[in-house]
């Protein structure tokens, strides 16, 4: 039975929410500072290209412009996410010796005003010699292939290999087996919010503070201190409300290492923000890549093996795109019981803008290719494409060997309940429409430590005042996604207070202690386990002394809730929150009471503490003359462990539903010769919400034991479930299969002839 | 239980297939030149494995290893 809270689990609107919708909150984008400075970056027109000289003195001339610097200007320092293996921190200041891909910076500059610095970039004169350059994966890893960076021979970035059981034997004995080869595009997140920071130099101490739009002020105040070969302790990053992230601001970006270098220039605070085309061309999305993968199975649907080949085309950089390459690996067997496991995946480098961590962090194209190609094994065997799923899927318990252990789950009854509300929910189906179905899971935060902490993964500070109030102090990010409100709901639900008696504290480096950021759906976890720790160290000083004052016996338990501490079994016996708070404080010496939490996932496996799970189904009806698809209905039913804001996971669900079904229908970034074609929303096709289906969604409760009050994962799962679900529907309304996301029109219309024509052929050949 | 050591660093393997999946995840230079002398390319043993399902790559250099990595007698 789940325990009733008085906090958790009821739908909170989101603290910061009216601030946002009344305009409000401070997003880096709307600051300026006295005296400040706009700063802009010249970017590289060529791919690949020797720099053989630059010459800022017409840019100089230029009244309004009051700094210049080229790579030559910086410190030299190299920068990225990978610091664990310092080779793989491969980003330069600036581009010193060459440009690696459209849009690589090779000068900054600082005016008095936008329009001066737009206007200086035009006359800074670069003089460039092309070199051939490589833009595809299989091309880049030819010996005579160009070589983007010269440590890295044949251009390979990274490669994974994950393998259990004995693959090729049990692909020998089995039963069916299947081959299948995708080419997967490529996806820009789209934040609303661009990447733009502000920077201030105090040449007097020789410190830094920076505001910045960013996932997590950590990365960024280490990636400073490398790029500009800084303390750490000597810059400070202040993480204001952020518009979006998506994944694309975990990096240290030219944005902020640009604008800290024009400010310690100048001694003049510096801002500088992206337009919309240097946000499609010159910063982070979801890698596209060329995938095989081989399934084994018995007559009855058990899965006995399964294999996959990932090559990613990474991109000029590594960042965390190395991390996302094993992630793939991992995700491509969740929620199975896979006794046999192979993967290989192999990151590139090319000559274009790099891919990296998008929401979903390697899921999204690992399910893409496993739940399609399941649904065709199971059509081929002719089994349902839910029992198959129910079949195979995982228990509690499970463990992969040496990757990963799945405490709380419930994919099992996720599946049966799927199965029995579709039912109900879609009777009868009409010629040309499908359902589709797709099953998932995802971790709840990362173990993995590429970033070389040695701090905790997250931590928090709760200070109780005398009047009761708490002063909750923490860097964990929350950027647009509703952490600030789960913080103070988990808080408040610890120290048995409203959400109203928290002021929150946060994303300062400077006031507050670590935490590693907002990705991988991490903070409700390990941020909420920080929370919870620190408030349960101040709630024990109340209990502690509220024990002695109501002189009980030892033995009863006593519970703070609604603002008072009492004995569980008999709640009329207990004592004011705040009169013990008073006390509490006077018995401190007049301290006020605080609590440092902190939390670091140990023995949990290679990949995270707890894993969301669950199904998706879509019904589509396919127009068979236009190839259109019109997405008509989803329905989710989701492990996502104990509920902390229901409100909030909603959003949650219906954002990833959003951005997976845009990965399925439309969106897509075409490059020719490292340009990206569509770097503006007129042609990169994103969904309104008119497009949208109706969400259903059915929660099935769980009880995670490494979660804060059993919370796990909830934000990012249903991205990874939506775009094969979309495939497998339009499967089964019309036998179009596809081997590529984005199914466009064209592309289903040609699908749905091919499909036809197989028929056609097939009902020839029994004849 | 056998035990063998890579030529390059100090890490052992219980087969030389692993080992050579730990040597092919190698990214630095001291690693990828060694394959050079023994007439392998790591580009050519990774494209082998990636673009081929089985173990391809990591068993063509396994086959290497077994002459160029001995049994470790003690750990």
Known sequence: MMKEYSVIGKPTPNVDGPAKVTGEAAYTIDMTLPNMLYGKLLRSPYPHAKIISIDISKAEALPGVKAIITGKDTPGGRYGLWRR?????????????????????????????????????????????????????????????????????????????????DVDEAFAKADYVREDRYVLSPAHPTAMEVHNSLASFDKGTGRLTVWSSTQSPYFLQQGLADALKMREGDIRVIKPHVGGGYGGKNSTMPDSISAALLSMKTGRPVKVVFNRDEEFTATEHRTGQHMAIKIGLKKDGTIVALEIKALTNGGAFTALGATTL??????????????????????????????????????????????????????????DPLDIRIKNAVEPGYEAPGQYTFESCAIKPCLEKMKERAKEKWPKLQKDEGIGYAAFAYMSGGIFNWIDTPYAYSSAHVKVNIDGTVDLYTQASDIGQGHNTVAAMICAEELGIGIKDIRLHLGDTAHTYTDLGAWGSRETLMNGNAIKDAAAQVKNKLIEIARLKLGENIAYDLVAKNHRVYLELRPERGLSYYDLVKDAIKANDGVPLTGVGHYTPHNKGMISPAYGMGVLAIKVKVDRETGHVDAKDVLVVHDCGQVINPLGARGQVEGSVHMGLGYGMCEEMPMDQGMVLNPEFVDYKILRTRDMPEIEIIDVPTYEPNGPFGAKEAAEATIAPTAPAFANAVYAAVGAEFYSNVLKPEKVLKAIREAEAKQKANSKAKK | MAYYRCPMCR??????????????????????????????????????????????????????????APEVKEI
């Open chain 1, 326 to 383: 094993y992630l793939t690996g991992t995700f491509g067997t969740m929620p199975y019981k896979i006794p046999s496991y192979r993967y290989d995946g192999v990151r590139t480098y090319t000559n274009t803008v790099w891919g990296t961590s998008i929401r979903g962090f390697g899921a999204v194209p690992a399910k893409f290719i496993t739940e399609t190609q399941l649904d065709r094994a199971a059509h081929d065997l002719g089994i």
């Open chain 2, 11 to 68: 890490k052992i393997c219980p087969d030389h297939l692993d080992l050579a999946r730990h040597y092919l995840g190698q990214t630095d230079k001291k690693h990828k030149d060694w394959l050079k002398t023994q007439g392998l390319s790591y580009a050519k043993l990774i494209t082998d494995q990636i673009t081929e399902f089985g173990n391809k790559g990591y068993q063509a250099l396994a086959d290497v290893l077994k002459k160029e």
């Open chain 1, 85 to 165: 293996f310092r080779e793989l921190s491969d980003q330069e200041c600036l581009a010193t010796t060459k440009v690696r891909y459209i849009g690589d910076p090779v000068a900054a500059l600082a005016a008095t005003t936008e329009e001066i610095a737009e206007k200086a970039l035009d006359l800074i004169e670069v003089e460039y010699e092309p070199l051939p350059a490589v833009f595809d994966p299989i091309e880049a890893m030819k010996e005579d292939a160009p070589t983007v960076h010269d440590e890295f021979p044949s251009n390979i970035n990274a490669t994974r290999h994950i393998e259990w059981g």
